[in-house]
């Protein structure tokens, strides 16, 4: 059996910028690009669907509502030394949305992708 895609979408304010800061930050390869409007990158099994302005995914829907960046679901990321990896961002210029917590699974902390959309960095204890 092939690998399996696990396909998550964002929505971003530019397409490029959020290109350029998941393949530089994080190490993910883009796939294709249509700016404005859309781009995909890749990271292992994750495909994530960078959602632009002027894409279909960002049409109001029936209700009026329109979609937008932000909230509270994020991708989860796991590391194997999160001291380092947030040393790393930190000195990219990269946001956090808060310290680093830990409980009883492990460490995670948020970072903040630059439309507002959260990564979840996480160490296992």
Known sequence: MSEALVNVRYMVDDVETSVRWYTENFGFALLSSHPPAFADVKLGSLRLLLSGRTSSARRPMSDGEVPHPG???????????????????????????????????????LVIDPSGNLIELFQPA
Do not use: M, Y
């Open 71 to 109: 909230g509270w679901n994020r991708i989860h990321l796991v590391v194997d030394d999160l001291a380092k990896e947030v040393a790393r961002l930190k000195t990219a210029g990269v946001s956090f949305r808060n310290d680093i917590v830990t409980g009883p699974g492990g460490s995670q902390i």
